[in-house]
Structure formats: C-alpha cells, structure tokens
C-alpha cells in the first residue's frame, strides 16, 4: 500500500516505522523537509512536502498536532484542491488540553473536520488511544492479548483498509462505529489520559464483558 504521513514526529516514526517493515511504501512530509528527509531515512521511506506526501498516499495519515490540522490541511489543497478526494484520511489525533485534559473543541471532532476540509476524503478516526511507544512495540501484547483498536469512519472499506494497517501492527482492529462516534474516541482519550497522568491503571476501569450487563 502507498501510504503518506503528514508529519514527521513520533507518531510518524512508530506507525511508519511498523508500516515500512511491512512492506508498505511510506512517504513522510513535513514543513521541514530535512526533518522528514532524515525521519525517512531512519526507518526507509522517502521524504517530501506536505503536499508530496498526500499526493503519494493512498492512504495519508494526519500526525500533526491537533491545533496544526486545518492549516497543514490547507497547504495540502492548496497546492491540490483534490489531493485528498476519495483517499483514506486517517486521524490520529488527540485534541486534549493540558493540565485538565479537557477537550479543546467539545462537541466538535477533530475527524469530523477533516471530513469538511478535505471534501471526499474518506476518514478514519485510529492509533490516538495509545502513547507514541506503544505503536512501537511488536507486537503490543498486554497480559497476554494483543492490543485492540478502534477505528472509526463512514466509509466501510476506508475502515478495512485501516483494519489492514491494524492487524500489521499485531493488533486487533475493532469497529468503533461511523466518523459521528469519532467525537467519543476523542473524550475517551482525554479522560483516560487524564486518568493516567494521576498515576492511575485507567486499563482497571473496564469491566471484562461477561459484566457489561448485556449478552456479547
Ligand atoms: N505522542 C503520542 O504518544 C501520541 C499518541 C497518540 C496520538 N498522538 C497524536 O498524534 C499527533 C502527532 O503526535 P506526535 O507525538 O507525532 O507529535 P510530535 O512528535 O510533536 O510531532 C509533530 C509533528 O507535527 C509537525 N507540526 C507541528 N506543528 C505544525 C504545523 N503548524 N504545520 C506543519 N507541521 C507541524 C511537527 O513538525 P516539526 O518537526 O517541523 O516541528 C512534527 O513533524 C498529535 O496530534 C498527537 O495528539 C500522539
């Protein structure tokens, strides 16, 4: 698969990393060309613009901080009004506030701005659950079962393509429901990271689900 990532941080070291190994052809892009260019060489992409790297990908990855979206998105169609129609747009974002690990805009996702910005695209709201190190990790196994991860999007092949990405990490893609739910993936890791940042197991919160009240 040809996959751009805009960005080029450590998001975009973990998750390009893991996809290159896959045999997967990964173009990082960045504002700084030379940071992208030797992000690329670490792990054997190649580097480009923002624009280079959305024009190569058929699935593009959005690795940029939250606040950063919409203007990097704006360079992308600037240079390409259509750069990003019918592509896979997956956003890893999480647009918590520190020190209360608020959401920066309750009530409206970061996913769900992508999707209006970026006529056509179709995106998938993933990876933003787990710290940077994580999707480092190969696999990432916990207590003996592989991390699982939701992916949110409307589009249902849009979302198996992200699956597919999933399951090269060793995890297991769960389907979190149309782009609407995007929104909750969102506050779920502002009161997780919250949680967290306390010093507490916000894995011990869940119940298993023979105890979720309801067959499963
Ligand atoms: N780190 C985590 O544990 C983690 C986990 C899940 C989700 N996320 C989310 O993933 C996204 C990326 O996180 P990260 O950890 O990879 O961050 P990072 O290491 O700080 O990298 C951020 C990247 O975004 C670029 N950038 C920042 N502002 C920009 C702007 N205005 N225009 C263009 N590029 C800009 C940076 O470019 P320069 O190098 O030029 O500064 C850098 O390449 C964030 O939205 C974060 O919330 C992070």
Redesign the pocket.
Known sequence: MRIGI?????????LGGQWVRHGHEVVVG???TG??AALAGRIGASAGT?AQAAAFGEVVL????????P??LA?VLRADSAALRGRVVVD?????VPPGFTLATPGRS?AAGIAEQAAGARVVKG?????????RMTPPVFGGRPLSVPLCGDDADAVETVAALVRDLGCHPVNGGGLDRAGLLEAT?AFVIGLWFAGEDAQAILTPLEFAGQPG
């Open positions: 805009l960005g080029s941080g450590g998001m975009a070291d973990a960045g504002r700084d940071r992208a923002l959005v690795a940029v901080p939250h606040d950063a979206v203007s990097v360079e890893c974002t999480n647009p918590v970061v990876f933003n659950l787990c710290h940077v190190d994580v999707w890791a």
